[in-house]
């Protein structure tokens, strides 16, 4: 079958299966609890305004995902489950466990900012984050904001910010398992375990994630342990917690160049987390919000096989320091804070000098007011100022309007810049290194329509972006250094509809559409003209439920890695299909296949996806907040 047929038969199948749906999937009951939560009203968010703000009331775009789609989709990483959300490219380099990075918005990969609960993630050596560590276990929810953030959460969040979410016990004990089995020999070993009383909980969560890959030295092994604790007090439930977080992952690298071998090239990574977090309520209208946190990363890379780069590592330590204090005035929501951050290498025994002890400190302040002048109109206004001795200081403000037109639509409007500094490797990596470099800085405006039908089953929003970028830092072959010599334009919208069908399910489309252009006249490399999505979750019978979901990415410029020319990378469709059948309470058998219709495609060149694959899993839910479907 060749690629067109095969989209348009994945595509077939998904609108013949939602114009059946209100026909042959109402004729049974739905199990409790599987209600989707989009586009339902009680999501919340703290990472759109910095205070807990219900997703409806945020006025800017932000999608949450919830630990009911995660379990839906048996999604293994969550950038499983970001190839869902609008305005997000995922690109991946071949095979599971290879790097995979995310572009936000048309931004690079580098300029989104990725937290765990308000920690940050990105690497201090590199800049980005890979996306092929993090799995879902442990996690409740997801959120992603799209647009420039800068003005509360500082440096990298240029396209956006993606916050996880960690679980939190309640209610008792509380237990979770999952193992799975499939193609390229893999295996998948999920374990939760919680306790919440009254004043303590703590909840931990493992796994451990192995496959054999496709091909010869294509293998990788992951393993994660994550930690919440904490203490509860007064009235208004203070908190003084603890988070800890470690993953290790191990990777087999199959080819130096595409087409040749590389049988012994092996890359690895290990980071540990620990945070404090503290919420202190004092009386009955402020807030003051501390939270401490280290991470220690190292990074290995090794090759006996070739003389450039027989081993190389890199230990970094990433030191953060927030403080925010939060004031509920009545029709204001007023917070004042600042941070201070510290990025130190250890060691980095990579080409030429060691860069042990070179070192980036920022201090950063921030105002923000949350303003409700009206019941209809919702204003944002903040600023920050972050500085560094490396590369200087910025100011980043933010506005952001929603102002409800009538009692099913809302008109959305913001503008903002942010800016990425130059990381540790940018500035200071041998011979490439640059410490005159200065961070890259943007400017972004969007405006939009939220509209909700009266009895909140079916939810669209359409968004209209513009992003101009300057000051990137780009590599040089003439001089063989970074410069800040790029600059770039993105004009794009984003659209999103969600349709609630009852209890047979729900229904989520989106799409995206990118004119993006560098300084030198073309598209910005692996940013599709279009990509989309749709997911269709249905409640089949009392037993049996599923997920169906179809990704577009449209046809995209990126590089030849053998000879650098500029090619048109093919679009492609791709289609999953999950499913789950209950036993009993809290007892599940599973079942995924991906890649349905085994597509040839490449994310990225010279890196081809992987195709057909199958996996077979058993869920175990021991606790009064499972969700899992059980009650035959």
Avoid at 14 to 31: E, K, M
Avoid at 81 to 88: E, T
Avoid at 110 to 127: E, I, K, P, Y
Wanted: with cysteine; proline share 4%; hydrophobic share 35%.
């Amino acid at each position: 079958m060749c690629a067109h047929a095969r989209s348009i038969f994945t595509l077939g199948s998904l609108i013949l299966i939602s114009a059946i749906a209100g026909s042959a999937w109402g004729q049974y009951p739905a199990p409790p609890g599987t209600q989707p939560s989009q586009p339902f009203s009680g999501e919340v968010t703290v990472t759109a305004t910095g205070i807990e703000t219900e997703v409806d009331e945020a006025p800017t775009a932000v999608t949450v995902i919830t630990r009911d789609e995660i379990d839906d989709a048996q999604a293994d990483g969550v950038v499983d489950m970001l190839r869902r959300v609008p305005g997000l490219a995922v690109v991946g380099s071949g095979d599971a466990g290879k790097q995979t990075s995310v572009f936000t918005r048309g931004t690079g990969s580098n300029q989104t900012l990725v937290m765990l609960d308000g920690v940050r993630l990105n690497s201090a050596f590199f800049g980005g984050f890979d996306w092929s560590r993090l799995s879902t276990t442990g996690l409740r929810q997801v959120e992603v904001v799209r647009g420039p953030y800068s003005a509360l959460w500082g440096a990298d969040a240029v396209g956006g910010v993606i916050n996880l979410r960690p679980q939190r016990a309640s209610g008792g004990f509380n237990g979770r398992f999952f193992g799975e089995g499939g193609s390229d020999s893999w295996r998948r070993l999920e374990a939760d375990l919680g306790w919440g009383g009254k004043s303590f909980d703590i909840y931990a969560s493992g796994y451990d994630r192995q496959s054999d890959g496709a091909t010869e030295n294509s293998d990788f092994s992951s393993r994660q342990f994550l930690l919440t604790a904490g203490f509860s007090f007064g009235q208004r439930r203070s908190r003084l917690g603890v988070m800890a977080q470690n993953v290790e992952t191990e990777t087999g690298i199959p080819f130096a160049v595409p087409g040749v071998p590389a049988p012994n090239r092996r890359q690895s990574g290990e980071s540990t987390l620990i945070a404090v977090p503290f919420t202190w309520h004092i009386g009955d209208r402020w807030t003051l919000e501390m939270v401490g946190s280290q991470i220690d990363a190292t990074f290995s890379f090794a090759d006996p096989d070739d003389a450039w780069v027989t081993e190389s590592s890199t230990d970094t330590t990433s030191t953060q320091a927030r403080l925010a204090s939060i004031h509920d005035l009545g029709s204001h929501a007023f917070s004042w804070g600042g941070e201070w951050r510290s990025d130190e290498v250890d060691d980095a025994s990579n080409l030429g000098p060691n860069l042990e002890a070179e070192r980036v400190e920022i201090t950063s302040f921030f105002l923000q007011d949350v303003w409700n002048p009206s019941d209809s109109i919702r204003l944002l206004l903040g600023v920050r100022w972050d500085d560094a001795d490396q590369w200087g200081s910025e100011t980043s403000p933010r506005a952001d309007l929603g102002w409800r037109l009538s009692d099913t639509v809302e008109l959305r409007a913001g503008y903002g810049t942010a800016f990425r500094p130059p990381s540790i490797g940018e500035l200071y990596y041998p011979l490439s290194g640059n410490p005159d470099l200065q961070a890259e800085t943007s400017s972004s405006a969007d405006v939009g329509l939220v509209s909700t039908s009266r009895n909140g089953a079916s939810r669209w929003a359409l968004t209209a972006f513009s992003t101009d970028l300057d000051n990137l830092i780009e590599f040089d072959f003439a001089t063989y250094r970074n410069h800040n010599i790029g600059s770039a334009s993105i004009r794009g919208a984003e659209l999103s509809w969600t349709r609630s069908l009852g209890k047979r399910g729900a229904s989520f489309v989106q799409a995206t559409y990118l004119d993006t252009e560098d300084d030198g006249g073309l598209p910005l490399l692996r940013r599709p003209e279009w990509s989309g999505s749709w997911t269709i979750h249905g409640n089949f019978s009392r037993h049996l439920s599923g997920d169906l979901t179809a990704v577009y990415v449209g046809a995209r410029d990126d590089v030849d890695p053998t000879t650098f020319e500029r090619l048109r990378a093919a679009s492609h469709t791709t289609g999953d299909i999950s499913l789950a059948y209950s036993l009993w309470n809290g007892v599940e058998i599973t079942g995924r296949v991906l890649n349905v219709l085994d597509q040839e495609y490449q994310e990225v060149l010279g890196y081809p996806a992987p195709g057909r694959r199958y996996f077979f899993g058993l869920r175990l839910g021991v606790d009064k907040a499972s969700r899992w479907r059980g009650t035959p």
